[in-house]
């Protein structure tokens, strides 16, 4: 399903799996923060929240000074400075810290906060144990029940050197063979792209992942995520393909085991962010695939 040239296509390839009968499928989710309110307004921050069933996104837009404070964060999080022009001040186990390239940032479960200055967006990734941001999100009412087909979310292991307030670059240079630019924590896998040209509707990688949700993040241009699902024999179970136009910014959370490829439509220009919550285990097993992998041991599969 992926073109030769794509680095995924060297991804070890699962058998493939007949769907049961008794199966049952959750349609694709998205939120369109361009058509929405802000969920929570403060000095010098709008912000909307989103969620799929195991994180919940906020996107911030700063003008000014915004402080963004955790008092009992059960986990770690992860902040995104996509390179705006803000500047960050970090409070937290390890800390502080000054940041103001773009970045991927992880904070450490307890107190923490992020103090932004300037003009620009932020992002933030929490898992789902963060109960008081899960209803703020304005697609809530989505996952009042479980999703079929994602297992509870299970954290990866805890970093040896101890939690701490960590920042990685997001402008690194391409490598032939390495797909995009990941970095993961205990928490979130992110795959951080690069501003792209319209793709080629001759070339897209249709794919699906047996057991975990995808959320992509559209931060520039405009996407048709393209999304269909597995036929089984009850056809009372069946979903009718969806090609969903989305402008930035946006988020689309890609449900198991729907087959699944985005294709970025703005001559202007295109970029993605995809996020895992936890961490893929396939992309962690290629070598120099994960950017920070020495900081975030992998769980023993055996």
């Known amino acids: 399903m992926y073109a030769a040239n794509d680095p995924r296509a060297a991804l070890n390839k699962p058998a493939e799996k007949a769907a049961p009968a008794a199966i049952r499928f959750a349609p694709a989710d998205y939120v369109k923060f361009y058509e929405i309110a802000p969920q929570e307004t403060g000095p010098g921050a709008k912000t909307w929240y989103g969620r799929g069933q195991n994180f919940i996104l906020a996107y911030s837009e700063i003008d000014g000074v915004a402080e963004l404070e955790r008092t009992d964060q059960a986990d770690e999080y992860v902040v995104l400075l996509p390179g705006d022009g803000l500047s960050l001040e970090l409070e937290g186990a390890g800390g502080p810290r000054s940041v103001s390239e773009p970045s991927f940032i992880v904070m450490p479960p307890g ?162 962010v995809d996020i895992f919550s936890p961490p893929r285990r396939d992309f962690s097993e290629k070598p120099g695939w994960v950017l920070n992998a020495d900081d975030y041991p992998m769980p023993d599969f055996s």
């Open 111 to 272: 107190r923490s906060k992020v103090t932004a200055t300037g003009k620009g967006r932020l992002v933030r990734l929490f898992t789902s144990k963060a109960t008081d941001l899960a209803a703020r999100c304005a697609n809530a009412q989505s996952y009042a029940e479980p999703h079929p087909n994602v297992p509870p979310f299970e954290p990866w292991p805890e970093p040896p050197a101890g939690y701490a307030i960590r920042a990685y670059p997001l402008e690194v240079p391409a490598v032939p063979g390495r797909f995009g630019c990941l970095y993961r924590c205990t928490t979130f896998m992110v795959n951080f792209f690069e501003v792209k040209p319209p793709r080629d509707e001759h070339n897209l990688s249709p794919h699906f992942h047996d057991d975990f949700e995808q959320c992509s993040l559209a931060l520039e241009g405009v996407y048709l995520h393209h999304i269909r699902w597995p036929w089984v024999s009850d056809s009372t179970k069946w979903i009718d393909d969806d090609h969903k136009r989305c402008a930035s910014p946006s988020m689309a959370v890609i449900p198991p085991p729907s087959l699944h490829t985005s294709q970025g439509i703005d001559p202007d220009g295109n970029r993605l």
